[in-house]
């Protein structure tokens, strides 16, 4: 069964960083490309960032472009986005995905249970 | 980049009515667009991919159509555990963009 644990939310001041880890479960993690993606509570869902199945190639929504990075650890099953100069409009609930393909360009079947960042002072 | 345009934005149905929601892209992206079902407090779900393709499990009231830049996802006979938030999403190429999402209800 697919499974994707993720941790690391909370709530942080304005212009500090937060790191948020997907360790997934029941697949051959490197064989997938892993997307974020976050939902204002009450609003639509909104796209951050993605990497194919090795990282060679990766995409940021223009908001977070230059502040938060996406990595993986294949050999650990685990997605990582590291975010850094968090903004109030970053508040959101993070969710991450497994992709349906090895590259990037793919849609989302399986979902993280989500975690709250909330940018706050 | 690509738009994705939802409509309608909500709406009212009765049970074992026939729904019909559109997405609209601003250029064209073959059939590289999804699907999504959010229930109240819950993450999404894949419904269907590849414009038409329905994923594993999903059931068979569900159907999408279209190509290019028009698109539809079709309840066929809506049912009292299909109100949720609905969602497209293109995923030709960055940035993956999602519609605004379709509120369903049920009358």
């Known amino acids: 069964e697919v499974e994707l644990l993720q941790s690391g939310g909370g709530l942080v001041p304005p212009g500090r960083s937060l790191r948020l880890s997907c360790v997934a479960s029941?697949?051959?993690?490197?064989?997938?490309?892993m997307h974020w993606v976050r939902q204002v509570p009450g609003k639509g869902l909104e796209w951050v960032s993605s990497a194919n199945y090795n990282a060679d190639f990766i995409a940021y929504a223009d908001s977070v472009k230059g502040r938060f990075t996406i990595s993986r650890d294949n050999a650990k099953n685990t997605l990582h986005l590291q975010m850094n100069n968090l903004r109030s409009e970053d508040t959101a609930l993070y969710y991450c995905?497994?992709?349906?393909?090895?590259?990037?360009?793919?849609?989302?079947?399986?979902w993280g249970q989500g975690t709250l960042v909330t940018v706050s002072s | 980049d690509i738009q994705l345009t939802q409509s309608p934005s909500s709406l009212s149905a009765s049970v074992g009515d026939r729904v019909t929601i559109t997405c609209r892209a601003s250029?064209?992206?073959?059939?590289?667009l999804a699907w999504y079902q959010q229930k109240p407090g819950k993450g999404p779900k894949l419904l269907i991919f590849?414009?038409?393709s329905l994923d594993f499990g999903v059931s068979s009231r569900f159907s999408g159509s279209g190509s290019g830049t028009d698109f539809a996802l079709t309840i066929s006979s809506l049912q009292p555990e299909d109100i949720g938030t609905y969602y497209c999403q293109r995923y030709k190429r960055p940035p993956l963009t999602f519609g605004g999402g379709t509120k369903v209800e049920i009358k």
């Open positions: 029941g697949f051959t993690f490197d064989d997938f490309a």
């Open positions: 995905g497994k992709g349906t393909g090895v590259v990037l360009e793919s849609s989302v079947d399986y």
């Open positions: 590849s414009a038409s």
């Open positions: 250029q064209d992206i073959s059939t590289s």
